[in-house]
Nanobody
């Protein structure tokens, strides 16, 4: 069974930093691209960042470019999202995702709240 578990969210002041972690199991982690998405209240879920299986190709949403960094550790079967210079607009539930065998799998999400 594919399982993704996010952690590291919390409450932080504007300009602060958080590091989100996603622990994966149930599939060959090193063979799959991983992504982070977020969803704010009343808004659609949006793609934040993606990383290819070996970490060689990375993409970011324009809104987070230069502030967020996605990385992965295939030995630990984990993917991370380092978030710096946080803004209130970054407030959302953040989800880890993998597209595996024609289905999307999501973690339970972790809440990030950035206060003014």
């Amino acid at each position: 069974q594919v399982q993704l578990v996010e952690s590291g969210g919390g409450l932080v002041q504007s300009g602060g930093s958080l590091r989100l972690s996603c622990t994966a199991s149930g599939f060959t982690f090193s063979s799959y691209a991983m992504t982070w998405h977020r969803q704010a209240p009343g808004k659609e879920r949006e793609l934040v960042a993606s990383i290819t299986p070996g970490g060689g190709s990375i993409n970011y949403a324009d809104s987070v470019k230069g502030r967020f960094t996605i990385s992965r550790d295939n030995a630990k079967k984990m993917v991370y999202l380092q978030m710096n210079s946080l803004k209130p607009e970054d407030t959302a539930v953040y989800y880890c995702n993998v597209f595996w065998r024609r289905s999307n799998y999501w973690g339970q999400g972790t809440q990030v709240t950035v206060s003014s």
